[in-house]
């Protein structure tokens, strides 16, 4: 991966740009003479959701058509926000302009030189502009590294009304039973993930508090889930575990196949709409009881964001932040709002009065009073938290559930103690924690393992740090032994694997500086 410009040179280069900008409609035009227009040819990632890529396209029409010194031609891909940074860091040069994704992942990105901080004009703009969270979100270090795109990125329940009546919808075990009574489905992600079962945690005031240094990597972790209101945690989940009625799933379309409850976010709320019509209720999370003592389920609560990538051309860069300065606007956030029920950071559109009477926001904002705002999180943590829904569904004891916890609290410390790098891969159960089977021998930035590839479904495996997920080296960094595996494919390989053709005896090497990797069949 070539290096882009130091991020100091670059950010003092955008702050003059947007310096010129504030001075004179338009801003910078790119280098050009007075009242030429500079064009780029950019990729844009946005959501998924049906429709959000053509609304963005009309929104960066609308920005050319009133920024005359610019024209920005962009592709626009759909990607989801919780995965665009897992393929960002493969590789940043070949990486989208601009581009969207969940908070949890910025400190990820600001490690791989994924964003640049904002200019003082620009970071003042956007703090005057949003609320506290979502500017919080932004920010690793005091430094604001991107622009906030909503303040909605948390979960709430929907319910069917002709099943579950108002006076139901404030107790888990009632919930549970009244699915059970109509023999439907109460829909949670308790078991498959992380980031929805650790609302019981919450709910009985466990914290999982991670910190970064300034250049995202993580340091330290305040984590109290192994505890005695751990264990009352997860003897709530229980009451949904050991169920018929659980559903781990959190996809509105659930209620087209048998659910009376889903705990989703706004985003499924037009799927759900369509299937539900007017029986569709929405409520804050519910309360459960254990040992006499009730909890209210707490959740996460954060924020989705709009970065830009780095950019070698200052006018290209200045032109590509007043893009997202643009389309983080009110203007844009209500559209979304309007049109996919996203909950703006903006605060004027968070003031107008069809945002604070949608129903779902307000659903959102109830539950809220019980979120954890959700910080920067070490990635290889929502595997490891999101094993705990599975222990509450198989366990027999309360001895079994506090073993989850030791097996949970042991993971978590593990990490710290953590160093080098795995080749992880199914020659060692993709064990990103690993401290025997794939580590490999550095000797300084030269890094190598000589392992054997087993046949398998599946023969591919990526170079990580140990601990984590984070991956710049793979398939793409090969320069020698490429015949030996499969070439890269970004529709089949997003997550640039190594993929081995045949099983055999491998040696796999690697420059820690380059990211060139050279492999050997032996």
């Not at 070539?2 to 003059?16: A, G, P």
């Not at 930035?445 to 710049?472: C, F, H, K, Q």
């Not at 005896?505 to 492999?519: D, G, M, P, Q, R």
């Amino acid at each position: 991966m070539k290096k882009l410009l130091k991020s100091s040179i670059v950010f003092m280069l955008i702050t003059m740009m947007l310096c010129a900008a504030g001075c004179a409609k338009g801003g910078d035009n790119g280098g050009g003479n007075e009242g030429d227009s500079a064009t780029y040819d950019i990729t844009v990632w946005v959501s998924e959701v049906d429709g959000v890529a053509d609304l963005t396209k009309e929104q960066i029409e609308r920005f050319n058509a009133e920024n005359e010194d610019i024209t920005i031609n962009a592709t626009i891909e759909g990607i989801s926000e919780s995965e665009a940074a897992t393929q960002m860091i493969t590789d940043v040069e070949s990486g989208p302009d601009v581009y969207c994704f969940a908070q949890d992942q910025l400190a990820r990105l600001v490690q791989a030189g994924g964003l640049n901080v904002l200019g003082e004009g620009a970071s003042q703009t956007v703090k005057d502009n949003n609320d506290t969270g979502a500017v919080n979100a932004a920010t690793v270090d005091g430094k604001l590294y991107c622009y906030p795109l909503t303040s909605d990125n948390g979960y709430f329940m929907y319910y069917d009304k002709s099943v579950i009546s108002e006076d139901m919808v404030d107790d888990l075990a009632t919930l549970v039973k009244a699915c059970e009574d109509a023999n439907k489905f109460f829909s949670m992600e308790y078991k498959t993930s992380a980031w929805y079962n650790a609302a019981f945690f919450f709910g009985t005031g466990c914290k999982s508090d991670w910190k970064t240094d300034s250049e995202g990597k993580f340091v330290s972790v305040d984590d109290t889930f192994n505890s005695p209101e751990g264990l009352a945690a997860m003897k709530g989940m229980e009451i949904l575990a050991k169920s018929k009625a659980a559903n781990s799933s959190s996809d509105g379309a659930d209620f087209s196949k048998g659910s009376a409850v889903v705990v989703t976010g706004t985003w499924a709320l037009n799927d759900i709409k369509t299937i539900l019509g007017d029986n569709m209720g929405v409520a804050d999370l519910p309360s459960f009881t254990v040992d006499g003592q009730t909890y209210h389920l707490g959740s996460f609560s954060g924020n989705k964001l709009m970065g830009v990538k780095p950019q070698t051309d200052a006018a290209k860069a200045s032109a590509l932040q007043r893009l997202a300065m643009y389309l983080t606007g009110e203007e844009c956030q209500m559209e979304r709002f309007n049109k996919f029920g996203w909950g703006p950071s903006n605060k004027a559109a968070q003031a107008t009065d069809a945002v604070k009477s949608d129903p779902t926001l307000v659903a959102l904002a109830a539950q809220n009073a019980y979120a954890t705002p959700q910080g920067q999180i070490h990635g290889s943590w929502w595997d490891i938290a999101k094993v705990l829904g599975t222990v509450a569904e198989e366990a027999t004891s309360d001895d079994d559930l506090q073993a989850g916890l030791d097996a949970y609290k042991a993971a978590i410390d593990a990490l710290f103690s953590l160093d080098g790098y795995v080749f992880v891969g199914a020659w060692n159960e993709w064990n990103n924690a690993d401290t025997e089977k794939a580590v490999m021998t550095q000797d300084g930035e030269n890094i190598s393992i000589t392992l054997d590839v087993p046949e398998s479904d599946y023969m591919g495996g990526r170079i990580v740090a140990a601990g984590t997920w984070d991956n710049d080296m793979g398939c793409q960094q090969v320069t020698d032994g490429a015949d030996l595996i499969q070439p890269y494919d970004a529709a089949s390989n997003p997550d640039n694997n190594i993929v081995f053709l045949a099983a055999g005896n491998y040696t796999v090497s690697a420059n820690l500086s380059s990211k060139e990797i050279k492999i050997v069949k032996n």
